[in-house]
């Protein structure tokens, strides 16, 4: 009924409807007539029905054709597609596929019922799996962009193949032809120049010169000199990819140059690609090169936005800083220090005798200015208990002035100073939020440059070549005042920051480091105390001797010992322990893992022939060429793989 009474359909019921009016007025006025009319009112409305229905017939019939000219066309336009299609069910058989499948698989016989890894081998389960609607494949020399429809409830899949051959060669083309820019600089100018004879100083620049300028003009690529040792480079990706590929050859060929110099030249490379602009590049190759030369020189780094990658840095660090350097960084520490209202001394998580160390003689500094200054730290840990024991019952003002992380980040304010000593890492400092309080950071490290370093530091003295970061504050403490004479205590804290950093003085020493031993010795240091602060109770030695006792030797020149117990003193042990085990011969590197916090903590060691750094590097750690760390969140037998798989890269960057 609703049917009848359709919009469309009122034209032709209005006839009908007057005709009922009209038979009820007259069969009022005349019964005889009335029923006439209402024998011609009942044909109206039977022939108003019957054309209403034939209307809809036609119309059915009209929607059906259509309907079917439609399923025409679309099974034309399938079959008719310019690019290929192929259906498969939910096993991975082809249930149909179009001519120009056919064609792409170059088969003559029919591959229906036949699966599709067999007849596309390109197109793995993986790919069908992933959730985005396409994948790309090469295949047969062409790429292809594959996209794919999935029927849920007829279980099967349509895939379509575009030809994407062309847009990926100019993609490509675009990704090897971006600019990367390279700041190069030889690393020890200065030496070289105290080094060699004068008539002789021309010809070995000369040589370098050569060197540098005709690799980089084999590679097409452009170069210009400046003065003082310095170059800087203009080169394609896919240039900068074959001299990665080639470990950057000319490098060695520097080092080799012998005309008269027994220092050999080295050269610290910045490289800043994949910027939004040449500027940012430039801006990424210089903060690549500080990197560098932060790490010790002798290296290159690669920064592509907020990634670094490091090549080199397996020799030691060279001795370059002087004392001018180290009275100018001491005056502007002082101005800072004589600038702000109070300051926060911290070294890092987890500290040791040079971190704390190097905090007390950084405290006792400020104090003499009679400024207020307070020392971070979280807990007390087994490394620095001794010490900290002796300290603070010796300097009676020193325990009030060692605050929590929470109370400095609650009393620091802008006007505050933070200084960062032993580590230069934000995640690793006692509390990362100082940070936002103040804009004042001064940074004094003596550890390689790492990833996450602390980079808006108006103050940053990061000296690899020194032994410690207690004998970089010795020094200042020398030259920031004239008057400065050291207390016997603190003179202790620092020497023994020293002794602990240097293995007795046996390792990373340099001229400087047993100038600074002097110094703190003609101040009141007293070795018998030091080596005091050094002994361990008989269970720690024990467990010291159950590590070597099961530790296994790996490659031959390698030693891995485990401490499986979650302990307070178990990361002390476990560096001893890697300390102990380099007296064993032929070793050339050892590690130590042990459980901390429900992490692993791996120590390791060195004489510096295995840079154990660009292997705790590759374990998100870092440290010295000869000691360094990290803690992985696995469990020890895991971190044994990993750490495994560290070394053989290592070892497999090494021999190309």
Request: aromatic fraction near 8%; include cysteine.
């Amino acid at each position: 009924m609703n049917k009848i009474f359709r919009k469309e359909n009122m034209p032709i019921l209005i006839s009908p409807l007057i005709n009922i009016v009209l038979t009820i007025i007259l069969m009022v006025l005349n019964v005889y007539i009335g029923i006439g009319a209402l024998i011609l009112t009942i044909i109206s409305i039977y022939n108003a029905y019957d054309t209403i229905q034939n209307k809809n017939e036609q119309f059915k019939k009209y929607a059906d054709s259509l309907d079917l000219a439609l399923d025409g066309f679309s099974k034309k336009t399938i079959f008719n597609m310019p690019f290929s299609i192929v259906v498969i069910d939910n096993k991975k058989d082809i249930v149909w596929y179009n001519s120009k499948f056919k064609q792409l698989i170059n088969e003559k016989e029919s591959v229906v019922d036949d699966n599709i890894h067999e007849v596309f081998p390109e197109i793995t389960d993986e790919l069908l799996k992933i959730e985005q609607d396409s994948f790309m494949i090469n295949y047969l020399f062409k790429d292809y962009e594959v996209h794919k429809t999935t029927l849920d409830d007829q279980k099967m899949t349509l895939l379509y193949f575009i030809d994407s051959t062309d847009r990926e060669q100019t993609r490509k083309k675009y990704q090897e032809e971006r600019l990367a820019l390279m700041n190069i600089r030889i690393d020890n100018y200065e030496e070289l120049n105290s080094d060699v004879s004068s008539e002789k100083r021309p010809i070995l620049y000369a040589e370098i010169d050569s060197t540098i300028t005709s690799y980089f003009h084999e590679h097409g690529s452009f170069i210009k000199k400046n003065e003082n040792g310095r170059y800087f480079a203009v080169l394609y990706k896919a240039t900068l990819n074959q001299m990665i590929i080639e470990k950057f050859s000319f490098i060695d060929k520097v080092r080799n140059i012998n005309t008269g110099n027994t220092i050999v030249p080295t050269l610290s490379i910045g490289i800043g690609i994949d910027e939004e602009s040449v500027r940012d590049n430039e801006k990424s190759a210089n903060a690549a090169l500080d990197i560098a030369l932060g790490r010790g020189g002798d290296q290159i780094v690669l920064k592509a936005k907020d990634n670094l990658q490091y090549f080199g840095g397996k020799s030691q660090a060279t001795e370059k800083r002087t004392k001018v350097k180290a009275r100018v960084i001491a005056h502007a520490l002082s101005q800072l220090i004589e600038k702000s209202t109070d300051v926060y001394i911290s070294g890092h998580i987890n500290p040791d005798m040079d971190s704390f160390g190097s905090a007390l003689g950084l405290w006792y500094a400020v104090k003499k200015k009679n400024k207020s200054a307070y020392i971070v730290l979280n807990e007390v840990t087994p490394a620095i208990k001794n010490i900290y024991n002796y300290s603070t019952t010796n300097i009676k003002e020193l325990k009030d002035c060692i605050i929590s992380p929470e109370e400095a980040y609650e009393r620091a304010k802008a006007s505050s100073l933070v200084i960062v000593t032993d580590n230069h890492r934000k995640q690793s400092i006692e509390e990362p939020r100082l940070f936002e309080k103040t804009d004042s950071i001064v940074v004094i490290d003596h550890h390689r440059r790492g990833n996450d370093y602390i980079e808006n530091a108006i103050l940053s003295y990061v000296e690899p070549s020194s032994s410690s970061a207690s004998e970089l504050v010795t020094e200042m403490l020398m030259y920031m005042d004239e008057k400065v004479s050291i207390n016997k205590f603190i003179s202790d804290a620092l020497l023994a920051g020293i002794t602990v950093d240097t293995k007795n003085f046996n390792q990373q020493t340099g001229i400087r480091t047993f100038e600074a031993a002097a110094i703190l010795k003609q101040n009141g240091a007293d070795s018998t105390v030091v080596t005091k602060l050094f002994r361990d109770d008989f269970q720690t030695l024990k467990f010291r001797s159950q590590i070597i006792s099961d530790s296994i030797i790996y490659k031959d020149k390698y030693i891995i010992g485990t401490f499986d117990k979650d302990i307070e003193e178990s990361t002390l042990i476990a560096s001893q322990s890697a300390d102990e085990m380099m007296n064993i011969e032929n070793i050339k590197a050892s590690f130590v893992l042990t459980k901390s916090k429900n992490k692993t903590h791996i120590s390791a060691r060195s004489y510096g022939e295995i840079s154990v750094q660009l292997i705790m590097e590759k374990l998100d750690g870092g440290g010295h060429q000869n000691m360094a760390a990290t803690q992985l969140d696995v469990s020890i037998p895991e971190a044994i793989d990993l750490l495994k798989k560290a070394i053989k890269e290592y070892e497999s960057e090494d021999e190309k």
